[in-house]
């Protein structure tokens, strides 16, 4: 891989997906927060249908540090990992109402000391909420695409985000956080991929296999 050739890549997904963007619904940077952390190992479509009825009863970090987990625990379990889940939403309210006066913190660094955020949602958060991108959020879809596509060929995400960051100009972070899903969902599925169809057989060594 080379600068060149992401940024061709990019552009190319860019055309292919132009109304692509993040699917999680939310009103606030902590409503984005909530929805992130519900959405590991969960569809955003089941978290979307989730959510409203979480926000008619816990709205403010304020509430979900009050919470009482039983309570909770039985508004999230639809989107799976409930225990845990609930756990770490009740203790991410705590944290932001004791450490960062109420509001979702503004940098990685803090971002990632809240229960249940790894750098992945915080990655999700700082774009969606903040309009700051920082990095490429490195979900199943962005694996699997940047190793067919040759950007790296490492396995531990951070590392992948490393070689994404490395090769595609910052200006196009934004773009690359929704297309690469975008792809993955429609097109570059895990499971027979249609590259026939895809616009970047030219481009991808991995589809010489089919
Ligand atoms: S050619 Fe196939 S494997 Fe390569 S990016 Fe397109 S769909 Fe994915």
């Given amino acids: ?24 619904d939310f009103s606030t940077p902590f409503e984005m927060l909530v929805a992130v952390c519900l959405s590991a190992q969960c569809t955003d479509d089941r978290v979307n249908k989730t959510t409203p009825s979480i926000f008619e009863r816990y709205r403010t970090p304020q509430d979900f540090a009050n919470a009482n987990l039983n ?98 100009p910052k200006e196009y972070w934004k773009d690359v956080n929704h297309i690469l899903i975008w792809h993955g969902r429609n097109i570059c599925t895990s499971r027979n991929p249609k590259c026939e169809k895809c616009e970047l057989k030219d481009y991808c060594k991995f589809k010489a296999k089919y």
Avoid at 86 to 115: C, D, H, W, Y
Avoid at 142 to 157: T, V
């Fill in 1 to 24: 891989m080379n600068k060149k050739l992401a940024t061709l890549i990019v552009k190319r997904l860019i055309e292919m997906y132009p109304d692509a963007k993040c699917s999680l």
């Fill in 71 to 168: 309570e909770l625990e039985v508004l999230v379990h639809p989107c799976g990992f409930y225990k845990n889940k609930s756990k770490n939403l009740k203790a991410a309210g705590q944290i932001i109402l004791s450490e960062f006066n109420g509001a979702v913190p503004q940098t990685m660094e803090e971002l990632v000391r809240i229960p249940g955020v790894g750098r992945k949602s915080a990655n999700v958060i700082m774009l969606e909420a903040f309009d700051n991108p920082q990095g490429i959020a490195v979900d199943t879809h962005c694996k699997r695409i940047a190793n067919r596509l040759g950007f790296s060929k490492e396995s531990e995400p951070s590392k992948i985000e490393k070689d994404l960051c490395k090769y595609i």
